[in-house]
């Protein structure tokens, strides 16, 4: 009998959204000049449950605070309801967000400031020098 692994990671939920309808979506291709957070912000304004992993993966920290206000306009709208992995404390900062941890067994809601990354940004910020050397 082997022990099971837990994949330790966060997500949220945005509260008061609701899923309305259920069908695949194909985005446009994106035209010339076109950013990546106005495909978004369009996408985002169908009604839906989207599921996304990681969305911070390439994304500098602008892009980062971009994203997140697209997702707090949208989900205060009524347009979407977001089930989102992250280990990014910009997107866990979200306002109004459950954040659940993994860590623990079973599964329980944390608060933003009790999460691994929160606490790692935070100490580094305030004191660099205690992790380069």
Request: charge should be neutral.
């Amino acid at each position: 009998i082997t022990s099971p692994v837990l994949v330790v990671f966060s997500f949220i939920i945005l509260p008061n959204c609701c899923l309305v309808k259920k069908e695949a979506i194909h985005p446009p291709p994106l035209e010339e000049g076109t950013s990546c957070s106005e495909l978004v912000k369009s996408r985002y304004q169908l009604r839906g449950l989207y599921l996304l992993d990681e969305p911070e993966t390439a994304l500098s920290p602008k892009k980062q605070l971009e994203l997140l206000k697209i997702l707090s306009e949208t989900s205060q709208a009524g347009h979407a309801q977001f089930i989102i992995v992250s280990h990014s404390p910009i997107l866990l900062a979200l306002p109004g967000a459950s954040i659940y941890s993994f860590d623990f067994i079973p599964v329980q809601e944390i608060k933003y400031e009790e999460t691994d990354y929160y606490r790692i940004y935070r100490d580094f910020l305030n004191n660099r020098g205690k992790y380069i050397r």
